[in-house]
């Protein structure tokens, strides 16, 4: 986390802007450089797990 004033560390916080999200891009580390893949995701709170389950194509 670049500036720790803005760290959510709150569990119920977390999820609350999980579940306000449409999309999440996750980062890979390529041959030549990084790259951010934007996907389609659906999140289930299991007590205090947070599961997410990802939807993509090619």
Request: proline share 3%.
């Amino acid at each position: 986390m670049r500036l720790k004033s803005r760290e959510i560390n709150d569990f119920n916080e977390i999820v609350d802007v999980l579940e306000r999200c449409n999309v999440l891009r996750i980062a890979f580390r390529g041959n030549d450089y990084p790259y951010i893949v934007p996907v389609s995701f659906g999140i289930k709170k299991n007590r205090n797990d947070i599961l997410l389950y990802f939807h993509g194509a090619k």
